[in-house]
């Protein structure tokens, strides 16, 4: 394995197999959300709270019949968007990038895309062009890695105080780092 995590790619690690899918909940990102955690993380963070969704062989196969029903929950109008976590939803695109190709078909930008990863906001513009597509479809990025001596159990949406909260739309077209809602979160 590449000890650069820039190296490391979906095609080597991913087995596209789901840790779970939980439909309209509250926690996954700002508003209520279906939450499809994918299964697999190589970063293996001290004090991750999902340890057992890095093995990228946990849970079950990624099926049509699953992408339907994300699709299908989506529809409802109090569903505020998709969160995709896990496990690293970047070494998993081959799952990540075909439901957000149709969940930006189906609902445009009514619905919204938020995603945590290990990997940082620069990290991800170096990486490969699946990680690049997967981010082009995200609205909000929570990125880098849980460092267990900065947890913070105050802040929002994030576990460590490294992490940042990325408006990626905003991010791309002004070319540097745009923190969602200005960075007016706690």
Sequence with gaps: MPANPIEWTSKTFSKSYIADYKAYNFVDGEGVRCSLYVS????????????????????????????????????????????????EPF???????SLCRKVRKQF???????????YTWEELLQ??????????????????????????????FRGSSNQRIIDVKRSFASNTVVLWKNGKYH
């Excluded at 070494?91 to 990038?97: A, E, G, S």
């Design 40 to 87: 697999g993380c190589p970063f293996a963070c001290k004090g991750c709270y999902n340890k057992v969704a890095q093995n990228f062989s946990y849970g079950t196969p990624y099926s049509v019949e699953l992408e339907e029903r994300i699709l299908k929950d989506l529809e409802a109008e109090y569903c505020q968007g998709l969160t995709l976590l896990g496990g």
């Design 108 to 118: 445009g930008d009514e619905k919204d895309i938020w995603s945590w990863s290990g």
């Design 91 to 97: 070494l998993n695109t081959d799952v990540t990038l």
């Design 127 to 156: 990486g490969t062009q699946d990680k690049l597509e997967l981010l082009q479809y995200i609205d909000v990025l929570v990125d880098g890695r849980f460092e267990k001596q900065l947890k913070n159990l105050n802040l929002a």
